[in-house]
Structures are given as C-alpha cells and as structure tokens.
C-alpha cells in the first residue's frame, strides 16, 4: 500500500509556471507507475501525464504536451510535475496516483492509489 501527498499548487498568471510534487509513504514505490491527473469544477477527472516505473517513458494529454513535465525520483520515493506556459484552462485539482498495473496508463480506473490533490489556479 501507498500513501500520496501532493503539494506545490497555487496561484499563478497565465504564463506562469508551477511545480507540482508528490510524496509516497511505504518502501515499494519503484513498482508503481505514477500519474497526474486534473478535475476543474463541474468537469470529470481527466488524465494529465503518467511515467513508468523506471522513469524512462513518459505520455501526456495532447493539451499539456511542450508544456508540462512528469519526473520521478524512486530514491526519494518522489514524483513532479513541472507545468510551464500555464492558461487559465488548466486551473483544476491536480491529484497523484498510483498504478500496480503497467497498461491503460491513461484510464483513471487503473489507479490503486489516490492523492488529496492540490488546487492550481491561473488568472486571465
């Protein structure tokens, strides 16, 4: 089991950047893979970006690509997401999650494991 806790969000201008990080409890999590994932109000949570376990591969929602980074440190049981060139539509709750299973990285079903999230707005 896992236990995630996001921090880094706030309040930033379009334009502006963020960055988000992820802290795991337990001693196991290199086996998981690890995504972001976004739910503003009135929306369904959507798929942000995912990396493997290793951290060597990596995908992103088309919306986000060249602007966003998702990275991981297993030694420090550590996952980031670098959001440059922020727009207003990408104010949202962003929550951590974590997948035993190494397909439909993008399917939010396939999380075992959930964040609180953390509430990024970017003013117009």
């Known amino acids: 089991q896992v236990q995630l806790v996001e921090s880094g969000g706030g309040l930033v201008q379009d334009g502006g950047s963020l960055r988000l990080s992820c802290a795991a409890s337990?001693?196991?999590?290199?086996?998981?893979?690890m995504g972001w994932f976004r739910q503003a109000p009135g929306k369904e949570r959507e798929f942000v970006a995912t990396?493997?376990?290793?951290?060597?591969?990596?995908s992103y929602i088309d919306s986000v690509k060249g602007r966003f980074t998702i990275s991981r440190d297993n030694a420090k049981n550590m996952v980031y997401l670098q959001m440059n060139s922020l727009k207003p539509e990408d104010t949202a709750v962003y929550y951590c999650?974590?997948?035993?299973?190494?397909?439909?990285?993008?399917?939010?079903?396939?999380?075992?494991?959930w964040g609180q999230g953390t509430q990024v707005t970017v003013s117009s």
């Open positions: 337990g001693r196991t999590f290199s086996v998981y893979r």
């Open positions: 999650a974590a997948a035993l299973v190494s397909y439909g990285s993008h399917d939010r079903s396939r999380y075992d494991y």
């Open positions: 990396v493997s376990r290793s951290g060597g591969m990596t």
